[in-house]
């Protein structure tokens, strides 16, 4: 019987969802292993034994047959924080791996098997998002744990144990300057926030010392650092950008912003349905919607609503709208939820995800009342790690397009 701590050699096939790999132990078990790439033959070490010895959980020890797309990791502390997952993965074989993985839990969990008559790795459409070298600059916020010494510190993978950073390389470059003057008291949690004038904003235990400036498309946010937005610098505006031109609102129409957080997406497509149009936005913190609502106070189309989206759709049935919106947390929106909504016979909807095996369970509760995928987007919002964030673009009727779609 194998044991935790001991060594198995591993032929990596492919990726799985969750930042690792997966593969076969030569005794034929099947070993999700973190640290390896596809196509490697690693020595891993057994960190989990699943239920009835199932599968294996494993760290990659040793390289004994390298990918082409290995590098070092520009981290010195890779392998150790559980903040990144591939800092020894090129950019290319991230996507790839991103595109298999989405492709693979849209065909198992969601019964998807095509878009399009298009096989799902060539329909999947890829959003790059810039960042530096080895994700460099592509966080707007960075929390650390203050080490017993003093020294911010990240937490391992899976574990309480803290691994003393210092200045973790993915934050913007003025994040990782406030890091390193930071003297915080051990035990404490900061995080660093940079708005987009580039100020920084210090929460310390999650009370926070100013407001965030959000912009987008002109539009401006002052916004509680510990309300939701986007961390990527340039994910709002992708998003809300991708999110428009998905449903290409009408003039006159009722939207549902669901998961609305400070109404990134409803403050864009109140522009669309202009003033005769109706934009609902519900969303569960009272902050954001005090936030959202301020900023948005000129848009008299848009409705804040503080609310649970499921209880406030239940509520809601047998209402009609055109063009539903969601964004749920990694959880996803859920059976009844999706089936409340595609009853209300919206003429499109458009699912922003950050759980794309949430989005799939989803997507196969979609199908069941008539809805089908007709695009799905993967956004570069998380490099060096292993989330990935999806917009889906659900429409009835339209299962491969036998009829036609846009
Ligand atoms: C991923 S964020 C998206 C926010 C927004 N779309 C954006 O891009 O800025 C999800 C939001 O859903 C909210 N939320 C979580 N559970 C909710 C629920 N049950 N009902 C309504 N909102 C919820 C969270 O507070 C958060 O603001």
Known sequence: MIEVGQSVEVSVTSAANGGHCVGRADSGQVVFVRHALPGERVTARITAVGKGGRFLNADAV???????????????????CGGCD??????????????????DLLRRLGGVSSIHGAALEV?????????GPAGGGSRSRVRYVVGADG???????????????????????????????HEGTPGTEV??????????????????DDLVTRRVDGRVWRLQPTGFWQVH??????????????????????????????GLFSASVAEQVGENGRVEA??????????????????????FHHADTRRWLRERRGEAADVVIVDPPRAGVGAEAIADILRMGPRVLAYVSCDPATFARDARAAAEQGYHLTAVTLVDMFPMTGHIEVLGVFRPGAHDCPGGCD
């Open 86 to 103: 591939f800092q020894h993965a090129d950019d290319e074989v991230q996507r790839h791996m991103a595109v298999d993985v989405v492709a």
């Open 282 to 303: 519900v969303e569960s913190s009272q902050e954001s919607v005090n936030d959202g609502a301020t900023a948005l106070a000129d848009l008299t189309q848009v409705t």
């Open 233 to 262: 610098p340039h994910a709002a505006e992708t998003l809300s950008h991708l999110v428009c031109d998905a449903v290409a609102a009408q003039p006159g129409e009722r939207v549902l912003d669901l998961y609305a957080g400070a």
């Open 123 to 131: 329909a999947l459409a890829w959003v790059p998002l810039e960042h």
């Open 191 to 208: 995080e660093f926030v940079v708005d987009d004038d580039g100020e920084v904003v210090t929460v310390v235990d999650g009370i926070g």
């Open 62 to 80: 040793q390289v004994l047959q390298p990918s082409a797309h290995r590098v070092a990791p520009a981290c010195p502390w890779a392998g150790r």
């Open 151 to 181: 020294v911010l510190s990240m937490r391992a993978h899976h574990s309480h144990e803290l691994v003393p950073v210092g200045v973790c390389p993915l934050g913007m470059p003025v994040a990782a300057q406030a890091a390193a003057a």
